[in-house]
């Protein structure tokens, strides 16, 4: 299954939101689609058997389906960048180091935008509590690398979740908008658990 970067944008969302019933009009204005073009992407999503569709008085609502095994893998697909270019691949090259330590890492804020001189890089990383040490010295050997200081979130499993449920801004951004550099699976297995 192909995604475009709509359809990509509105699995984040219905991902990012914590198993709550998001009407057409909520996901096309939060993705900066069109009723019409929500619609056409609700429509696919619902053909592929990714969401679940529930009429709540004249209101047709929609969150993803985790019952069904495919919504994970495309959720996988819609979490992947189509390509790192500039000085998010050299950070991503820089941060390479730390995939042995944290299970999950996601590049998020005004470094991936197209800001000229970004004063920090903002990264998500989600580890089990007995490699929060190793993850600091790594981090130690990164931040000597890496031209800006990087402002860490550091997360459990059960922290991201939580904190999903919550709807914890800064967590919300990072799954919405970030870039994802490894750990689809966990980051897919986090959003099922919330749901």
Not at 109 to 116: A, C, P, V
Not at 129 to 156: C, S
């Given at each position: 299954m192909i995604l475009t970067a709509n359809e990509k944008g509105v699995l984040r969302l219905l991902a990012s939101s914590a198993g709550k019933n998001l009407s057409m009009n909520e996901i096309g204005k939060a993705c900066g689609v069109s009723s019409g073009g929500a619609y056409k992407i609700l429509t696919k999503l619902g053909k592929e058997g990714i969401l679940k569709v529930e009429n709540i008085a004249n209101i047709r609502a929609y969150r993803l389906d985790f019952e069904s095994e495919k919504t994970s893998r495309v959720l996988e697909l819609a979490l992947m960048s189509d390509s790192l270019e500039g000085r998010v691949r050299a950070r991503a090259e820089d941060l390479k180091a730390l995939k042995t330590v944290a299970?999950?890492?996601?590049?998020?804020?005004?470094?991936?935008?197209?800001?000229?001189?970004?004063?920090?890089?903002?990264?998500?990383?989600?580890?089990?509590?007995?490699?929060?040490?190793?993850?600091?010295?790594?981090?130690?050997?990164?931040?000597?690398?890496?031209?800006?200081?990087?402002?860490?979130?550091?997360?459990?499993?059960?922290?991201?979740?939580?904190?999903?449920?919550?709807?914890?801004?800064?967590?919300?951004e990072a799954l919405r908008n970030g870039v994802v550099l490894w750990g689809f699976d966990v980051l897919v297995q986090v959003m099922k658990n919330v749901s």
């Open positions: 299970k999950a890492c996601i590049l998020f804020g005004s470094y991936i935008t197209t800001k000229k001189e970004p004063g920090d890089l903002d990264v998500l990383f989600v580890l089990e509590r007995k490699n929060f040490e190793a993850y600091k010295k790594a981090l130690a050997k990164v931040q000597d690398i890496v031209p800006v200081k990087v402002q860490d979130v550091v997360q459990t499993g059960d922290d991201l979740r939580n904190n999903l449920k919550n709807n914890d801004p800064i967590v919300v």
